[in-house]
């Protein structure tokens, strides 16, 4: 399979506990992007990459959230100190180019964090 | 802020139904505007989209949406939907001054009966 790929695809963690998900682009894809998405909403966007260059990075992404992408490749997003209204699906896209030049935006499965 | 409306929660259709779900945004600038589907147990998945031209665009598996400016509107239609069009719809919005980042609708969930 060669499309976005997210590690955990579940993850329980106790309030307070950290966690980190992992996302791997599809390969040619300079472009990565975190979204979040709880039941009944639609994807909320978090921050975007290009390369290893974070562009951008939302007000729903408060100092207790992390993403990096070292090397332009895969990404971490990393939860310190959940609490239980970070539990959601995240998840991760890629794209060649910006959206705006007609690149598809090609998401991966999601990862789901239940926080008790 | 842009933002993405669409009014149809869920909604249930026998087969060979047509199908018209509304989307409407708000944001004056230049748009670009997609609907993606989601099906039972997988990702989400592009169904088309618009960037400029021909207003009416056609997608995969017979969806088309129109791009009415005037309205703010990109309304997804398909004139005869079958059971396996079963999933989840959103629409999204993506602007010039914000590439990276597209805005989603809380999507429409959609039940085609056999």
């Known amino acids: 399979d060669t499309g976005v790929s997210q590690d955990p695809r579940h993850k329980i963690t106790k309030r307070g506990q950290n966690v980190t998900f992992r996302c791997d682009p599809i390969s040619e894809h300079n472009r990565l992007y975190w979204y979040r998405q709880t039941l009944g909403q639609g994807p909320e966007f978090l921050t975007y990459f290009q390369n290893e260059a974070q562009l951008e990075k939302s007000r729903l992404l408060s100092d207790r959230f992390s993403a990096e992408r070292p090397k332009g490749s895969f990404s971490t997003l990393e939860i310190q100190r959940t609490e239980q209204g970070d539990s959601a699906m995240y998840l991760c896209?890629?794209?060649?180019?910006?959206?705006?030049?007609?690149?598809?935006?090609?998401f991966g499965e999601g990862s789901w964090l239940t926080v008790v | 802020a842009q933002s993405v409306s669409q009014h149809n929660h869920h909604v249930i259709l026998s087969e060979a139904a047509s199908l018209e779900l509304g989307c409407n945004y708000s944001y004056g600038g230049t748009v670009n505007l997609f609907w993606y589907v989601q099906y039972p147990g997988q990702h989400l998945q592009l169904l088309l989209k618009?960037?400029?031209?021909?207003?009416l665009v056609k997608g995969i598996k017979g969806f088309e949406a129109e791009f009415i400016k005037s309205k703010f509107s990109f309304n997804l239609r398909k004139p005869s939907v079958q059971w396996s069009d079963t999933a989840e719809y959103f629409c999204?919005?993506?602007?010039?001054?914000?590439?990276?980042?597209?805005?989603f609708g809380d999507g429409t969930t959609l039940t085609v009966k056999p």
């Open positions: 896209a890629s794209s060649t180019r910006q959206v705006l030049s007609g690149n598809t935006i090609y």
């Open positions: 618009y960037f400029s031209g021909d207003p």
């Open positions: 999204a919005v993506t602007h010039n001054t914000n590439a990276g980042k597209s805005t």
